[in-house]
């Protein structure tokens, strides 16, 4: 259940940010509150994952990092923005990163 509150917490996450991006410095009521739902929904959500005994650096890690990627994609996918080779390298180490830590939680 923790992992399905994290992938939910992650989405609420990534739909913010984009939203973020769209509500053109917070111009746009509509998106403006897109934004403030998305993030309050996503920090209740991993407060949520947390209470269930999921490990905080693990959790965070993986927030924080598949929220990187993703909307590193979504910026190169939807938004004109640039995906270089630099920056591939750069999504693949933050997905590294967090396997890295997965895998140094288990024992």
């Known amino acids: 259940m923790a992992w399905l509150l994290l992938a939910l917490a992650i989405t609420a996450e990534v739909l913010a940010t984009t939203a973020l991006k769209l509500s053109n410095g917070f111009t746009h009521l509509g998106w403006t509150t897109v934004v403030a739902i998305g993030y309050l929904t996503s920090f209740a959500l ?3 994952a947390l209470k269930l005994q999921m ?3 693990t959790a965070y890690a993986v927030w924080s990092g598949a929220g990187t990627a993703a ?3 979504i910026g190169a996918a939807f ?4 995906l270089t080779p630099l920056k591939i390298g750069g999504i693949l180490l933050i997905i590294g990163g967090v396997i890295v830590l997965n895998l140094a939680g288990t024992h």
């Open 46 to 48: 991993l407060a949520q």
């Open 55 to 57: 490990e905080m650096g």
């Open 71 to 73: 909307i590193a994609l």
């Open 79 to 82: 938004m004109g923005e640039s």
